[in-house]
């Protein structure tokens, strides 16, 4: 065996679920109606781990029917599995006879899991001093990891080394037995230790050590001060013998006796018709092709970059772009993107507005460089000859809608959404690059292609209004020549290429972030999608019922301003109300604009409202003419008569601390504590027999800064249910909780949100309108009666200083430029974002996680008696058939709190209601 190629591992069960689970939204079937999509997935992993690996030793490795000697140990050990779904039973045969044809070498053994014989070999490998990289999708398998053992999971395209296991687990490798025997495993039931999750055992492990060191030190673990601390000592003797039980259960042997020694674990010759009959047998009908063509058709990884490879420079690509207008160069194409283990997609339309779009191109590329442009829906005067959608789009169907071929794409979601319009599903979304760079750095530029194509290539791209023009002229692409149009597809397709490769590049060597990619972006964009194309409806009747009555309002605010002013002025024009303002009636001139003119923007206007009737009033017009012209007015307009509902656009890319934004319309901007804003709310309804349900979180960013500080007042409070904003009275002010005052509450409220957002004295005082001594004396009682916040404030700010980021509970990064600057205005705002950032960002990492476990469920419903219709800040809104409410509510705040483990309960409320006024 040679030293420089690894020993391939396969955990052949592991995969086996996982293709078939990958496979499941797309529900794939022959035309027997045989299901296929664990075959098809499975088939794509080998020949990529073929290509790959064509000088390695070898060995996929199955569990064997019947029980395993853990079985005899632990009759319960598995006993809360579920069965093997029918539909994967019955492609078992197949795969193991199609990865046998393949030449695999394909090893069960009885007795044992194939982890134990993973291990085995894994161990058999190390002590030759040779390379071993195990393919899986197991945590279990992280205890294997050494200096000569590597995780790999080729369905993320993720490697594991040992301080991958620590950056994962928080624990090396040696300790991962000992973290899942105090966990346990809900999984295979393995029991573990009452009481014990994630925090505890990291708490223990990396505060005293092992399993045994835990048990020879009990003594020393109330010191540790986690939750349960101090009663922990005695609980673990009453359950020493069962944390022992699950050690042994969640151990990997690593001495099975095996038939083949690892020389003899070599890839074998294809055995071309065994396969061929698995292949038509399931009609994997481009596979047979190249098959009996005499090409394996054996491509490379399922991501064609690899980070520890240099990208050719992107100024040096020579480009080589087709427009293609005949069929047969369209098929040669088809199966060229079939083989692809990855490419880049890209839709050209008629309009940005998802629910109007009409494809009328598409562009794909494979390799750098490459690429092409399917037009079929250019209808300018003197167009050429083009293939027709039907054929195009007929063609594509099959490939765009099978998840075991993988696409990359820059801001997918909306390609997906366009795709539903021609009756096409878009699965096998494995990247986006808007993605990838808002998650590897979300500061430090847009993400839109061309601006990342500048700032990571290097390359100055086509831009759209070059070959469409501006303005009110502006062509849309169908009107463009073919010309002008195809570099401009053509490109997209390649730069998107390009870039993936560069940004995976970089986001693969951090681990943490690649997870947020993987675990929470690009899961929630299929989410977001359907909640787009769901929509929601609308009572437009209230709404032109509003815009009347505040017509009719703002009316009566500019006759009582005119009449304040002394004569008549335009209230929208900031040069006529500067000289009524600070000329004609002297108010204190606050700020000035960057001209040198006095300033009327809104907080300026804000302020002088305090002491002023005329800015009082201005700032009332201001509000009302914004909500009827943004809601009142524009909402009815906005139901698309296809549907009858209205749909807005969610963006992941926007807001730097990871909170998801809306246009179109914009839903996180309705007022919700005036009456204006609740009467919008009002007009959004609920389908005919259905209610509307606002589950919100409470409180969320005031729980994540009790857990991230470890405050034990804080946790307290929230443990124990209290009202949290009366508890820091009682606290700060130091009277009894029944003695708090609704003033004192108000105050404390105000100390709770103003320290979340960096508030100092000034603006605390401010708010409160108090002096500014006194505001002081409020947040020294503060931090003196809470610690452990002042100590996490300090502690942000020299870590943002240290490293030039803060990160959210998940991992998600926040780059803070200005935290060093000489200017003090920016350093100090770059500090109150550090502090902020970690809650905000948790906080939106929490309610994605949660969108995206709620949509698994919601998936699996069939009957249409639940919807998922709008996320709102902390808040999510779904329509529910009436019968259903009570058992759908129930699931929603079980799964919403789920999302996240912190050391305070994460609180979901749920309202019901005929609008999103009364569910609210």
Known sequence: MASSNPLILVDGSSYLYRAFFASQQADLRTSTGLPSGAVRVMANMMRSLRKQYPDSHVAVVFDAKGKTFRDDIYPEYKATRASMPDDLRSQVAPIHQMIKAMGFPFLMVEGVEADDVIGTLARQATEKKLPVLISTGDKDMAQLVSDHVTLIDTMKDVTTDRDGVIEKFGVPPELIIDYLALMGDKVDNIPGMTGVGEKTALALLQGIGSIDEIAANLDKVAALGFRGSKAFADKFREQEEQVRLSYLLATIKTDVELEQELEQLQLGPIDKESLLAVYREYELRNLIKELESGDEG??????????????????????????????????????????????????????????????????????????????????????????????????????????????????????????????????????????????????????????????????????????????????????????????????????????????????????????????????????????ELMGTTIEPKLLHQQSQEIEVRLGELERQAHELAGQEFNLSSPKQLGEILFVKLGLPILKKTPKGAASTAEEVLAELAETYELPRLLMEHRGLAKLKSTYTDKLPLMIKPQTGRVHTSYHQAVAATGRLSSTDPNLQNIPVRNEQGRRIRQAFIPSAGYKLVAADYSQIELRIMAHLSGDKGLLTAFAEGKDIHKATAAEVFGVALDAVTTDMRRSAKAINFGLIYGMSAFGLAKQLGIGRAEAQKYMDLYFERYPGVLDYMERTRQQAEAQGYVETLFGRRLYLPDIKSRNAGLRKGAERAAINAPMQGTAADIIKRAMIGVDGWIQGITDGSIHMLMQVHDELVFEIREEKLEEYVAIIKEKMSAAADLHVPLVVEAGVGDNWDQAH
């Open 298 to 531: 054996v491509s490379a990884s399922a991501d064609q970059d690899s980070s520890d490879e240099e990208t050719t420079p992107a100024a040096t690509v020579e480009t080589d772009y087709r427009c293609i207008l005949d069929e047969a160069e369209f098929d040669d194409w088809l199966a060229r993107l079939k083989a692809a283990p990855l490419f880049a997609f890209d839709t050209e339309t008629t309009s940005l507005d998802y629910m109007e779009a009409r494809v009328v191109g598409v562009s794909f590329a494979i390799e750098p460089g490459k690429a092409a442009y399917v037009p079929f829906g250019h209808d300018y005067l003197g167009a050429p000859a083009q293939l027709s959608e039907e054929l195009v789009l007929g063609k594509l169907k099959p490939l765009l809608e099978d998840p075991a071929h993988l696409k990359v794409g820059q801001n997918l979601k909306y390609d997906r959404n366009v795709l539903q319009n021609h009756g096409i599903d878009l699965q096998g979304i494995a990247f986006d690059t808007m993605l990838e760079s808002y998650v590897l750095n979300s500061t430090a530029s847009r993400h839109d292609m061309d601006s990342l194509a500048s700032k990571y290539l290097g390359v100055e791209t086509i831009s759209f209004e070059e070959i469409a023009g501006k303005g009110a002229k502006q062509l849309t692409f169908n009107q463009i020549e073919l010309e002008q149009a195809a570099p401009y597809a053509a490109e997209d397709a390649d730069i998107t290429l390009r870039l993936h490769q560069t940004l995976w590049a970089s986001l693969s060597k951090l681990p943490a972030l690649a997870k947020v990619f993987t675990e929470i972006e690009l899961p929630l964009l299929p989410v977001l999608a359907r909640m």
